[in-house]
């Protein structure tokens, strides 16, 4: 009925707008790969060093809502800051322990 009109349209705009997009991804893929058949180096001359390749459309928008991709080194650096923080912590929850042990045994009306 009259209801169902304004979700029909939002679900059948959201299912163009992916189907339009995975168009797009496989028009960019194709061009891609016939644009590096057609391409080649001769020979005699090293090759030049490759081009950065363009981000995909879900990469951009990733980005857009402020997610990015971290290297193996960024990661690795950021588990290593947050393991040191926790032993931190630790050492101190741990010697908060042993002054209040030291504190009872000192004290055994407590």
């Known amino acids: 009925g ?3 009109i304004l979700p029909g349209m939002l679900t059948i705009g959201a299912v163009c707008t992916l189907l339009q997009l995975a168009y ?3 028009t960019v893929s194709r061009l891609r790969y ?3 058949l057609k391409v080649k180096a001769p020979a005699n001359e090293a090759p030049a060093a490759p081009a950065p390749r363009s981000k995909t459309a879900s990469e951009r928008f990733l980005t857009l809502i402020g997610v990015h991709q971290v290297t193996e080194e960024e990661y690795l650096e950021k588990m290593k800051a947050t393991r040191d923080r926790h032993l ?3 050492a101190e929850l741990e010697q908060l322990a042993t002054e209040k042990a030291q504190e009872k ?3 055994p009306s407590a």
């Open 2 to 4: 009259p209801r169902a």
């Open 24 to 26: 797009n991804e496989a």
């Open 34 to 36: 016939i644009s590096g």
């Open 88 to 90: 931190r912590r630790i």
């Open 105 to 107: 045994s000192k004290d």
